[in-house]
């Protein structure tokens, strides 16, 4: 209550009083008495006046109170249909997703015949096959650090072998100490990150180069994944620029107006000059495989590679997405492809591609395309082996028919290299054909937000000296251009005995599967 009002109140008490206390000791006039009663009744409407004033002014002023402190009990579930679990100042969630398929592919090396008159070993026609499909699970969260302007982020994923056992990766044409299925296997790292100025981390990571045109790719773990040509220089499973890189530090920035950055570095940690060693810490290869891989001689000379630089560029506006990727990586040895040791075999690669996708809301029809540029540096005197120089482009259509139901078309190229290696039935050499084309369809249909099912097939059209396979970039079964001859019990064969490769495959396949994410 104001002054005014509490002072006209007191005046009010004071005149009643005073009329009573007269009234009792002295008669009063009724003319008096009527005057006084007049003007305590104008005191009451101006005390009534006042009084509503004030009810009015604490209605509309806002109530102060202290907020609560916020408070969890540890490992609390958060609300929604993740399952993230709260912590005292932060959180943690556990993703996964589980991808598994039924397969039914063929190598296409049906008539194949060496100059030697031999033609490829074993069953290279249709082989059925039950594949995990770049099937992971992980735990990722933050933690406040009080008044310090960051929060700290972590993160463990790893693959789950849903259909095989874990253990090293062992074939007739490959050979890996890494476990696939071990812990931490897949993206894994620490770091700091503010909404306003991005995050820093440290671990190993999917290369920005990778993840600027993953949206581009709905065949992601299917038959016709991009990745079969697009970032593969060489045509194996290896996928040199689409790929993790691990011990590497990275900066994430925020999206401001749409435009994002980001920026990778993995030191090279190699004692030897041309990286033949293992890297200092790791368990391969850098690139993949351990020395003597595939009947190679025993060293790290089949890519393994120094420092590693990658960065993209975006840019997102309602339904368009332009993003640009490059990605660089120091003294790439390939001696294992020359007969007799060459140090200039040793050289650096780069990758550099730009994309564009536009997403029409009234048709529910996503295009996405790339365009890619590969290159190797060595002297031109070995541009007549130099495979992994060539240019590349995707196109990809995406159509909604209904609201669960999707189908996709895909088509990839690899353009003309400036020349090969020789393989068990070609020479190579400058104007080798080593040019490709993959098309894929697929469907899939969304049975609700984290079960859906699919289809899809796949055909890759091998030029004369090319072998591009089907299934690189995260499936369980690949199908290569290997056939099923071994190599002798010393692991290295340079008499060419086994492992083969046959060029000029036309392998296709079909694949069913179901996907579970969560």
């Known amino acids: 209550m104001t002054k005014k009002a509490m002072g006209r109140a007191c005046a009010l ?25 007049d003007t305590l009744q104008k005191q009451i409407e101006a005390l009534r006046s006042d009084i509503n004033r ?74 059925a096959a039950i594949s ?49 299925g071990g812990l931490t296997s897949r993206n894994t790292f620490i770091g700091l990150a503010n909404a306003n100025y991005g995050a820093i981390k440290i671990g190993k990571t999917d290369a920005p180069y990778k993840t600027s045109t993953a949206m581009m790719n709905p065949f992601s773990g299917m038959l016709g994944d991009y990745a079969s040509i697009m970032g593969n220089s060489g045509g194996d499973n290896r996928v040199e620029f689409g790929t993790r890189l691990d011990h590497a530090i990275w900066y994430e920035s925020p999206t401001f107006h749409g435009v994002s950055f980001n920026a990778l570095v993995s030191p090279g940690q190699n004692r030897a000059d041309d990286n033949s060693n293992i890297a200092s810490g790791e368990s391969d290869c850098t690139g993949g495989n351990v020395p003597g891989s595939g009947a190679t001689p025993v060293a790290c000379n089949d890519g393994s590679f120094g420092t590693a630089f990658s960065t993209s560029l975006s840019y997102k506006s309602g339904g368009l997405l332009l993003t640009t990727a490059y990605e660089l990586h120091k003294n790439v040895n390939r001696t294992s492809d020359l007969g007799t040791y060459d140090p200039n075999d040793t050289a650096n690669e780069s990758a550099a591609k730009v994309g564009i996708q536009y997403t029409f809301s009234s048709t529910g029809t996503t295009i996405s395309g790339i365009y890619e540029m590969l290159k190797r540096d060595v002297p031109q005197y070995l541009a007549y082996q130099n495979e992994r120089q060539r240019n590349g482009t995707w196109l990809a259509i995406s159509q909604r028919l209904t609201g669960q139901d999707s189908v996709y078309f895909g088509w990839a190229h690899a353009g003309q290299s400036p020349g090969a290696t020789d393989q068990h039935n070609t020479d190579g050499g400058i104007g080798s054909d080593t040019a490709a084309n993959m098309y894929a369809l697929a469907w899939k249909h969304q049975v609700d937000k984290q079960f859906s099912i699919y289809a899809d097939y796949a055909l890759m059209l091998n030029g004369a000296n090319a072998h591009y396979d089907l299934g690189a970039g995260g499936r369980g079964v690949t199908t290569d251009c290997h056939d099923a001859s071994n190599p002798d019990a010393s692991g290295f064969d340079p008499n060419g005995n086994g492992p083969h490769c046959w060029t000029g495959g036309r392998l296709q396949g079909v694949s069913v599967g179901m996907k579970y994410t969560f």
């Open 54 to 127: 004030v009810v009015e002014q604490q209605k509309a002023a806002p109530v102060a109170t202290a907020a609560p402190a916020e408070h969890h009990d540890f490992f609390e579930r958060k609300e929604g249909d993740g399952m993230t679990l709260l912590t005292r100042g932060g959180e943690v969630t556990l993703y996964g997703n589980l991808d598994m398929s039924l397969d039914d592919t063929t190598k296409g090396l049906n008539g194949k015949v060496a100059a030697d008159g031999s033609k490829p070993v074993g069953n290279n026609g249709y082989m």
């Open 132 to 180: 995990s499909n770049n099937s992971y699970v992980g735990l990722r969260g933050f933690q406040s650090l009080g008044s310090f302007p960051a929060k700290f982020v972590y993160q463990f994923e790893t693959q789950i072998d849903v259909s095989a056992t874990s253990g090293t990766g062992d074939s007739n044409s490959n050979t890996s100490n890494s476990v696939k």
């Open 13 to 37: 008490i004071l005149g009643v009083s005073s009329i009573g206390f007269t009234g009792s000791v002295n008669a009063q006039t009724s003319d008096q008495m009527k005057q006084q009663i």
